[in-house]
Structures are given as structure tokens and as C-alpha cells.
């Protein structure tokens, strides 16, 4: 069974720089053919794909985050990291990592979810 858990600083100042880790388990994120994927969902509002990694190592950012993106991997310790640079209030959100196989949006796995909130 695999499990994706989220982690990272609940509250981030504006202008700021938001890191956030996806640890997993039960399954190593260099198996074919999976995506590793972002996605927040601000409050009130609808799924947001924000960029995936893949099983190995290739990037995809969402043009409507103006490259404020990146995405990395740690395989040694089986981690996605995902920065987003000059966080605003509207960054607020629940931030999700999700697999998939391939890009689209048929994720099989989700992990819980971890609140960020863009605050001065």
C-alpha cells in the first residue's frame, strides 16, 4: 500500500518561499512509469495542479504559476520537495502530493493534505 504524508510550515510570511516535503512509502517514486504530482486547493475553490515529477526525475510546472515552481526529488530518502517563491495571500491553501501514471488526472494515491496559510 502506498502512502504519501505532507509536510511543511503551516503559516508563511508574503514574499516568502514555501517548502513543502512529500515523503513516501510502500512504493519507490523511481518505479515506471509514475508521476509524482503537486496540488493545492485554496479555500472555496476547485483543484489546482500545480507540476509533477516523474520516476525519473523529468519536471512539469503549471504555466498559470508564472515559474514560480520547482519541484525536486530525493531519492535516497524517497521525497518530493516542492517550492513556490513569492508565496501572497492567495498561495493560501491545502497542499496535496498525488500519483499518478502519467500526466492527467487520474491519481490513485493522494496524501492527507497540509494546510498553508500566506499571512503577514
Known amino acids: 500500500q502506498v502512502q504519501l504524508q505532507e509536510s511543511g510550515p503551516g503559516l508563511v510570511k508574503p514574499s516568502q518561499t514555501l517548502s513543502l516535503t512529500c515523503t513516501v512509502s510502500g512504493g519507490s517514486i523511481t518505479t515506471n512509469y509514475y508521476y509524482w504530482n503537486w496540488i493545492r486547493q485554496p479555500p472555496g475553490k476547485g483543484l489546482e495542479w500545480m507540476g509533477a515529477?516523474?520516476?525519473?526525475?523529468?519536471?512539469y510546472d503549471s504555466p498559470s504559476l508564472k515559474s514560480r515552481t520547482s519541484i525536486s526529488r530525493d531519492t535516497s530518502k524517497n521525497q518530493l520537495t516542492l517550492q513556490l517563491s513569492s508565496v501572497t495571500p492567495e498561495d493560501t491553501a491545502v497542499y496535496y502530493c498525488?500519483?499518478?501514471?502519467?500526466?492527467?488526472?487520474?491519481?490513485?494515491?493522494w496524501g492527507q493534505g497540509t494546510q498553508v496559510t500566506v499571512s503577514p
Open positions: 515529477i516523474t520516476y525519473s526525475g523529468s519536471t
Open positions: 498525488a500519483r499518478s501514471n502519467g500526466l492527467g488526472p487520474d491519481y490513485d494515491y
